[in-house]
């Protein structure tokens, strides 16, 4: 996770080369919404990336999106 002027952010970056190089950032949690507790779960299939996302000053949401 990262933070910047709208609170913390979500993000993911990929290394094929075992860590020599990064793919460029890209943000996973919605710009505007303050994301909090990031985690990355690994699948058979891919890594399964969850976090809570505050949506307003009294709730949040559960979010998350698959990586192949």
Known sequence: DQT???GAQVVFSRSIDKGKSWSTIQ???ESGHPATHPR???TSKG???VWT???SKNGAQLAMTFLE
């Open 4 to 6: 910047g002027p709208e």
């Open 27 to 29: 943000a996973l949690s």
């Open 53 to 55: 996302e505050k949506i």
């Open 40 to 42: 990355i779960v690994a």
């Open 47 to 49: 890594f399964l990336a």
